[in-house]
């Protein structure tokens, strides 16, 4: 069952959110930029990995309003996003370098706009730069999850091939002559790596209306109609309040007008959508701060590694406790009495990937005794398994993950409390500041893909206590890392639907290096990063999220050799079979 290193997870899915990295040989590889390695990479994760066609559509932008050879482009929805990464080069640039970047803008052609067809149209911004800053405007494109979807790259490279989009020269600012440097090696890699991706054949055009119709028409297909963007946006956003569980189709899912939701008085208006889950931390953030003034935040339990980063980079800091440990907390409360003052608690509910909950309880009791927001991200547990939001202000999900489950579409929620100590002024500011950057056919995707949800959940939870439960019994095996088996599981109780589980993702070490390579490489599962997928999915984590930070991890006790794994839907016994197989290699092994 071993796939082939670099090819799309799921297999032929043009918008893959995955990338098979199959053995734990090829993992390092990766990490280290090994051409072995790069150079057979199709796609990547999407914050991590600049997809084909994003780079395709990167290089005819350079080739228009660049150059080539000694620039790179970042490509963002929108003004604002752009600004954001251009601003980001200016604070780290070295003052006397003259190679400032630039943004252009593409806007929709004359014919486009006239066409009386508005249904379907993309700006597009570029970051232009010198290549040696590549690695620096690549912090903002991973930890910001700011820039264009795959889906969004692609129809606006056939716009541009076919005059639907052009430039803007008047909004384009600041060319400067860039310096020619090579950027950091691995994401320089990772573009060469690149085969340039064929749009398609151009189409002849002349100015009248009814040909952009026929382009959204060709582009979208008949069974994508880009109409229902709004209806699926929306419909989404029910699901996420709590008020729409049922496996229905749009049409029906926009016919109820319950308000029975998560909490009292939320409604579909207090959920915001975004193109990833780390976009909708860093605009939670970015809404914080806006809110309720510039002061740190607290990073509470070890975290998914983007979150840390942006409360690092964007904003006056943070203050990290790696542990999220009740003695974590005791430290914090003795500050807040010393006076110290923050922003907002950010933590996982539970944590990734050792999968230990927090004190929430509380967490929101200091919160509302010493002025501080807090965000709890429940992407792992998801709402049907727990109900966090009454004990927080803001909750955060990547919609990527089991809420879209196929793993061939990226999106993100924030949704805000209306019980919560801070709504009215996270309301205004969420809405004065809030850009609606999901392109419409990841909407689409998200909405089809999502009706399902609560009975897949259902199903990966009895699957995965199986799974663990197999490990747990072994001799084989060192720790399991699982909600229902942590130490913290008491907190995890107390947040627990009565019909609740926990969760599809789980982590295994091995008591030596030597025996979770075996067992990874021998498991018989789809192995790449991202988890929630529909399908069982593995990677050896802490490898992959903080290769270069290993050291840094182990000192808050995350292994640098577990397995981590998040259980798909394949039938239960089978499963436990590929499991019991690994197992066995370990044993010959050790034999």
């Given amino acids: 069952m071993l796939q082939a290193i670099g090819g799309t997870v799921p297999p032929n899915t043009d918008h893959a959110v995955s990338v098979s990295l199959p053995t734990w040989k090829s993992n390092i590889g990766y990490e280290e930029g090994a051409d072995w390695v790069m150079s057979r990479m199709k796609c990547g994760y999407p914050r991590f990995f600049v997809h084909p066609l994003i780079q395709s559509l990167a290089k005819e932008v350079l080739q228009r309003v660049g150059n080539p050879e000694l620039e790179s482009a970042m490509l963002f929805p929108s003004l604002k996003t752009a600004e954001l990464c251009q601003e980001f080069l200016l604070s780290r640039i070295p003052a006397g370098d003259s190679s400032k970047p630039r943004i252009a803008r593409f806007i929709p052609s004359p014919k486009a706009a006239s066409s009386g067809n508005q249904d ?17 405007s690549k912090q903002v494109w991973q930890h910001a999850g700011s820039g264009v979807s795959s889906r969004r790259g692609e129809f606006c490279m056939n716009a541009l091939k076919d005059g639907y989009l052009v430039e803007d020269s008047a909004e384009t600012s600041g060319a400067n002559s860039p310096v020619i440097s090579k950027g950091p090696k691995r994401y320089q890699q990772r573009t060469s790596a690149f085969k340039e991706v064929d749009p398609g054949p151009k189409t002849t055009s002349t ?30 956003r029910r699901r ?28 579909e208006d207090d959920v915001f959508l975004y193109p990833n889950g780390m976009n909708s931390i860093f605009n939670t953030h970015q809404n914080v701060l806006s809110a309720r003034g510039s002061k740190r935040s607290i990073c509470f339990g070890f975290p998914y590694t983007d979150t840390l980063k942006i409360l690092e980079k964007w904003g006056p800091g943070c203050l990290f406790y790696g542990y999220g440990s009740d003695e974590d907390l005791d430290d914090l409360e003795r500050r807040l009495e010393q006076g110290e003052r923050f922003l907002a608690l950010f933590t996982e509910f539970p944590s990734n990937p050792l999968l230990k909950s927090p004190n929430l309880k509380r967490i929101h009791a200091l919160g509302k005794k010493y002025d501080f927001a807090i965000v709890v991200d429940e992407t792992i547990s998801n709402f049907i398994n727990v109900d966090v939001l009454p004990y927080a202000d803001v909750v955060v999900s990547s919609l990527t993950k089991i809420f879209s489950g196929d793993s061939n579409v990226m999106g993100g929620s924030a949704v805000l409390n209306p019980q ?34 609560v009975s897949r959940i259902e199903k990966i939870n009895a699957t995965t206590e199986l799974v663990t439960g197999i490990l747990k019994s072994s001799p084989l095996v060192k720790d399991v890392y699982y909600p229902k088996h942590s130490p913290t599981n008491p907190f995890y109780e107390a947040f627990r639907h009565p019909s609740g589980g926990y969760g599809g993702l789980f982590s ?16 018989e599962i789809l192995k790449g990063p991202s988890l929630g997928t529909n399908f069982t999915l593995g990677s050896p984590y802490t490898l992959l999220a903080h290769y270069n930070e290993l050291p840094w991890a182990s000192s808050f006790d995350v292994p ?32």
């Fill in 560 to 591: 640098f050799d577990l397995v981590r794994v998040s259980v798909g839907l394949e039938d239960p016994e089978e499963l436990a079979r590929r499991f019991h197989q690994a197992l066995d290699a370990v044993k010959q092994r050790a034999g």
């Fill in 508 to 523: 295994v070490t091995f008591h030596s290096t030597e025996d979770a390579i075996i067992f990874f490489d021998t498991l």
């Fill in 207 to 236: 100015p009248e209306g009814r040909e952009y119709a026929q382009f959204i028409e060709e582009r979208f297909g008949r069974n994508l109609d880009a109409k229902l963007e709004d209806n699926a946006k929306r419909a989404v």
């Fill in 420 to 453: 919560g100590q801070y709504f009215q002024d996270l309301k205004s500011a969420f809405q004065s500041n809030y850009e609606d950057n999901l392109w419409v056919e990841d909407a689409v995707f998200l909405e089809r893909n999502s009706r399902d949800f």
């Fill in 120 to 136: 379907v149209i993309s700006k597009l911004y570029a970051v232009i730069h010198s290549k040696s800053y590549d690695g620096i």
């Fill in 240 to 267: 996420i309040t709590g008020s729409l569980r049922s496996n229905v189709d749009l049409s029906e899912a926009l016919e109820s007008n319950t308000s029975d939701g998560r909490v009292a008085g939320l409604t």
